[in-house]
């Protein structure tokens, strides 16, 4: 059995696939996780408050 060469060297990438990407990051991809990222957060704040009661001194 022979064996099949491989080309793993991924294809150049060029200025403007590199400026789409930047633009993607920049403008949708960070805002996302900033959103998500906070939500999340308060979130887990929500349920932890529920399961054991607002922050404070014991009544």
Known sequence: M???P???DPAPVGKPEETRLFV???VFLFPLLSVV???GYGFIVWISQMVFGPPG???
């Open 2 to 4: 022979t064996a099949v």
């Open 6 to 8: 491989h080309h793993t």
């Open 24 to 26: 993607f990051l920049l």
């Open 37 to 39: 990222t906070v939500a």
């Open 57 to 59: 001194p014991p009544s």
